[in-house]
């Protein structure tokens, strides 16, 4: 892959960034280093970064594409209410990993993740600030 000064700046504002942003909420990010860029732009650069394997592209059916700059196998957990995105890191799934890394070759597949779904802090609390 060509190794653009607007793919770099994509993938640079991507790699900043822990909240698994949309592809026009990176967009709005990256205006403010290169104004001229375009929201095309954006979104094919992330797909070519994605199909490479340089960043993660994260699809849920019925949910906006969100991006993660950490290409490394994680997990994720996705609020159910808003779609936000967060990484998962919990040592009781190192044993889910091990056993998913045993079972990838038999399934003839070389990635796995999975998504866990919940209600974030921030909606579990509605506007009165009542749980």
């Known amino acids: 892959m060509n190794k653009t000064i607007q793919r770099q700046t994509i993938c640079e504002e991507l790699c900043k960034l822990t909240s698994h942003p949309t592809a026009d909420e ?3 990010i990256v205006k403010k280093r290169m ?3 375009s929201l095309g732009t954006v979104y094919r650069n992330l797909e070519q970064l994605a199909e490479c394997g340089v ?4 699809e849920t059916a019925g949910r906006q594409k969100r991006f993660d700059g950490n290409p490394a196998p994680h997990h994720h957990i996705r609020c159910k209410v808003c779609g936000a995105v967060r990484d998962l890191h919990h040592e009781s799934l190192k044993e889910l990993d091990e056993c998913i890394a045993r079972l990838l070759p038999e399934l003839g597949a ?5 998504e866990f779904e919940d209600i974030c802090p921030e909606c579990k609390i509605d ?3 009542n749980k």
Request: glycine share 6%; proline share 6%; charged share 15%.
């Open 26 to 28: 990176l967009y709005d």
């Open 55 to 58: 960043i993660l592209k994260l």
């Open 35 to 37: 104004p001229q860029i």
């Open 127 to 129: 506007h009165h600030g």
């Open 110 to 114: 070389n990635r796995a993740m999975i």
